[in-house]
């Protein structure tokens, strides 16, 4: 059993020992690889004890201001090393010794393929050597990598490059200097024989920046999407940020073996090369969009995470939150603004709202934490970019601005804490928001209820919104929040729209109009102003009128989606309900309206998938749901036929962009419900000209289990099989098939050559697609599903906890599940938890969800 404590944000103490520099030694080995780290420490208070964290290690030497400590004069134990230090100023240099080619967590010093490289954010730098492993210690890092020189050519660390040359024994080595002091998580090492893509950008200082991506040997074409994004997102955050690259040299390494997208380490980003590589024969549009979008994410954390870091891991949406929520605004400045947010609150209600009612719900800056991994959430990074957009809608672009630029100049080089950063805005703005500030610890997804009046004597619009956040089991008091609602009243005769930013500050409170000769079809919450959720109930009409009239495109697109959802319930209990035509006539009038965005329709057709239709759900019972949604979906194929035909037709008939091919796929979608289409699905398929083309055609198949099907998979595996990134999606395609013989099916992709747990993606593109992806099998009332991920977690355990933790999601919601599924769900977790070796990520998880 691994010891498994709690920390609190309460417990917050400065630290009270300095490191001002480290010099890092590396011999690198695949198994025996040796850590010489020597460190300028000064003792801050009158405590001598210097407790030093360390897992994973084997300790060799220990010396303190040139004396060699003998086993009695330190306390070694699993988590760390304890020392006396009476000097105020001292040196310590430690030895230690560690082995990359068995570190299956991918946390510290591993292998990936044939390279070594390092993953240290949150705390997997205590797995290279003993250290004071908190985001507040901050040090100036020099790195000397030592390794075989034919095998491992290229040896890159943080910073800029200071020295290199040869060695005895066919051995090189290479010394870097990074003059920015940094928390260790920032550390990166990476060595390999690398494909190399060079460029450069000139900043706005007039610095020249080498700009480098490395990619495994062979996959040079596919990077230059990757540093394309890289030159827009530097020229970007100079444009809107007045941000600007402060070293020589950006260097980023792409490669297969990784947890999540990709890490911000100082000068040296490691991205899974899921979020590098793309070339149109490979790569799908939504593929290009993520390699862009991540590119920017991780160059915006060199301000946002680097320069300006967190005090404490509690603090983790300060960099999250904001990075997040500035690559989404470079995605909306890089595409269409509407489409981008739409894309972004689907993640939020599919998913983070669901997490918000989970077991696991937490506030955007946790109290307490056993596992740091398991903070790395939809919460603290989406809901905490909600949070951040929320302070930019209440203040404005530019005073927004200046409170960045005051963050800026108040905290460069600092590790900070969330309070720190709305103190900035509130003092750069005059806004108040103090209230605002339980965004920061309450926990949950509000509800927003709405009533409304109109009075036909004083012609005076009122409307009423109260708030209501439901009690979690950590937290059962919850308070009023500061909420900011865009709101729209559209004038039914004339057409005429009105904008209003609305401050909701209290339980509940009231908002009166004038001068409308009728009551006006409110359009509430545009832009998605809140993460909150809504209660207001409208009229297919009103609806209607929003969709077809409201300014705000985010409101056109959630009227739509309300319709969906009010029919989608309306089935759930009567699945014989009659579908009303009106509903094929208003989604006939977006598909026929040639004033609408191409790919806006495409969002307007989508339905909301099964995880956001659950999560409203009182009780949940996958079959009806998932009935639910297939018989709405056939009345609309049906009723929508020749529109959908005619729009599919006109994509494929004229020039083709990413915004046809996504109208194209989910024209395909509907289409592939009828048999008479069916050789359209083959046909897509066939004269596919890139990978979003045969990957529409491969999920229409799949999602109507086409017979088809099988013959279009083995020819796509066939042309893919080389190609570890496409096969993913191949697993995640088998993942999601429909067929009476699916489990013995997955039985066999567990079993081919090329599945491993080791590595993330190809586990995740398997098993997380499949409890994901295929409800109606996850879901099987025989609980084959649940007992399928569950054997894979057992085995993923111990080999790469941090995954494991991830894809045990779909089982901590057990509650919400009707009892018979309740009780399979749940026996999976009791299993679990008697496993004698269960990781802290695990434990920390099923406890929460079983306790
Ligand atoms: N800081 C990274 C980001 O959001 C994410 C990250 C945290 C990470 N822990 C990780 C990435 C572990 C890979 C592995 O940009
Ligand atoms: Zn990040």
Redesign the pocket.
């Known amino acids: 059993m691994t010891q498994s404590t709690t920390r609190y944000l309460s417990d917050y103490k400065a630290p009270e020992f300095q490191i001002s520099t480290v010099n890092l030694t590396f011999s690198l080995n695949d198994t025996e690889t040796h850590v010489v780290n020597e460190m300028a420490i000064k003792r801050l208070t009158e405590n001598t004890q210097l407790q030093l964290d360390g897992e994973h290690l084997t300790l060799l030497k220990v010396t303190l201001n040139g004396e060699q400590l003998s086993a009695a004069q330190y306390q070694l134990s699993e988590t760390g090393l304890i020392l006396s230090l009476p000097e105020e100023d001292n040196v310590l240099v430690i030895e230690t010794q560690i082995d990359p080619l068995n570190n299956t967590a ?2 510290g010093l591993f292998k990936s393929g044939d390279a070594f490289c390092t ?4 705390e ?1 730098f205590r797995r290279i050597t003993y250290y004071m492993d908190r985001p507040d210690v901050m040090a100036t890092f020099t790195t000397k990598v030592i390794a075989e020189q034919e095998q491992f050519p290229q040896l890159l660390s943080n910073g800029n490059k200071v020295d290199s040359g040869q060695l005895d024994g066919g051995k090189h080595f290479v010394t870097w200097h990074d003059p920015y002091p940094k928390p260790a ?1 920032l550390f990166a090492l990476v060595a390999g024989d690398f494909d190399l893509l060079s460029d450069s950008f000139k900043t706005s200082e007039g610095r020249n920046v080498a700009l480098e991506i490395f990619v495994d040997k062979g996959n040079l074409s596919k990077a230059h999407h990757a540093m394309t994004s890289l030159k827009k997102s530097m020229q970007w955050d100079e444009e809107v940020f007045g941000l600007a690259y402060d070293l020589d040299i950006y260097m980023i390494v792409a490669v297969d073996f ?7 380490n100082k000068g040296l980003n ?1 991205f ?1 090369s899921k979020y590098v590589l793309a070339n149109e024969d490979t790569a799908t549009d939504t593929d290009y969009f993520n390699v862009e979008a ?1 590119i920017a ?2 160059y915006f ?1 060199n301000w946002t ?1 680097n320069r300006v870091t967190c005090r404490d891991w509690f603090q983790l949406s300060l ?2 939150g904001l ?2 929520f500035r690559d989404q605004q470079f995605s909306a400045d890089m595409h269409s603004a509407a489409v981008t947010r739409i894309q972004n609150v689907r993640v939020l209600r599919a998913h983070q709202f669901a997490e918000d009612a989970s077991p696991m719900a937490h506030p955007i800056r946790p109290e307490k934490v056993m596992e740091m ?1 398991n903070f ?1 959430t939809l919460t603290v ?1 989406e809901k905490g970019s909600e949070v951040i957009r929320m302070m930019h809608t209440l203040l404005g672009q530019e005073n927004f601005r200046k409170g960045m630029d005051l963050y800026f100049e108040r905290f460069d080089g600092m590790a900070v804490t969330c309070d720190d950063f709305v103190n900035a805005m509130a003092d750069a703005s005059n806004k108040d928001l103090s209230l605002f500030k339980r965004w920061y610890s309450q926990s949950g997804t509000p509800m927003l209820s709405v009533n409304e009046t109109f009075d036909d004597g004083s012609k005076a619009y009122k409307i009423e919104v109260s708030q209501l956040t439901e009690s979690t089991k950590q937290q059962p008091e919850k308070y009023p929040l500061h909420i900011p609602i865009k709101v729209e009243l559209i004038n039914g005769s004339t057409g005429a729209v009105e904008a209003h930013l609305l401050e909701l500050t209290s339980e509940s409170q009231v908002w009166t109009f004038d001068g409308y000769e009728e009551k006006p079809v409110m359009a509430f919450l545009g832009d998605f102003s809140a993460p909150v959720k809504v209660s207001f109930e409208q009229s297919d009409d009103e609806l209607i009128t929003i969709m077809q009239k409201a300014n705000n495109t985010f409101c056109q697109w959630d009227a739509g989606q309300k319709l969906f959802t009010r029919y989608i319930f309306r089935l759930i209990e009567d699945p014989n309900y009659q579908l009303p035509e009106q509903l094929i006539n208003a989604f006939k009038d977006v598909l026929s309206n040639e004033a609408l965005d191409t790919a806006l329709k495409a969002e307007q057709l989508t339905l909301p998938g099964f995880g956001e239709i659950a999560d409203n759900a009182k009780v949940i019972e996958p079959e009806k749901i998932i009935d639910a949604l297939n018989t709405l979906k056939q009345f609309l194929a049906n009723g929508l036929s020749e529109h959908l035909l005619t729009a599919y037709r006109n994509c494929q008939s004229g020039e083709r962009t990413p915004q046809t091919r996504s109208l194209a796929s989910v024209c395909l979608s509907y289409l592939a419900v009828n048999a008479a289409n069916h050789e359209l699905v083959e046909a897509h398929y066939q004269a596919g000209e890139n990978m979003t083309e045969n990957l529409a055609a491969l999920n229409a198949a799949t999602n109507q289990g086409l017979s088809v099907r099988d013959s279009l998979m083995a020819d796509f595996e066939r042309k893919w099989l080389d190609t570890t990134l496409v096969m993913d999606k191949w697993f995640s395609l088998q993942a999601m098939q429909q067929g009476d013989d699916t489990f013995e099916n997955l039985k066999a992709l567990l079993a081919r050559e090329d599945f491993s747990l080791n590595n993330p993606n190809r586990a995740r593109s398997l098993i997380g697609a499949f409890s994901m992806n295929n409800p109606k099998h996850f879901h099987c009332s025989t609980g084959r599903g649940y007992e399928f991920l569950g054997d894979q977690l057992e085995k993923l355990n111990t080999i790469n906890p ?1 995954v494991a933790a991830r894809l045990i999601t779909p089982l901590l919601a057990f509650k919400q599940y009707e009892p018979k599924r309740q009780a399979m769900m749940k026996a999976q977790l009791v299993k679990l938890r008697s496993l004698d070796n269960l990781s802290k990520d695990l434990t920390e998880k099923i406890n929460a969800a079983l306790d």
């Open positions: 991918l946390e993953q240290c954010e949150a997997g998580y990784f947890n999540m997208g990709a890490m911000e490691v899974n991540v994410h991780e954390h995470g960099k999250e990075t997040v991994n790395y990074y941090q």
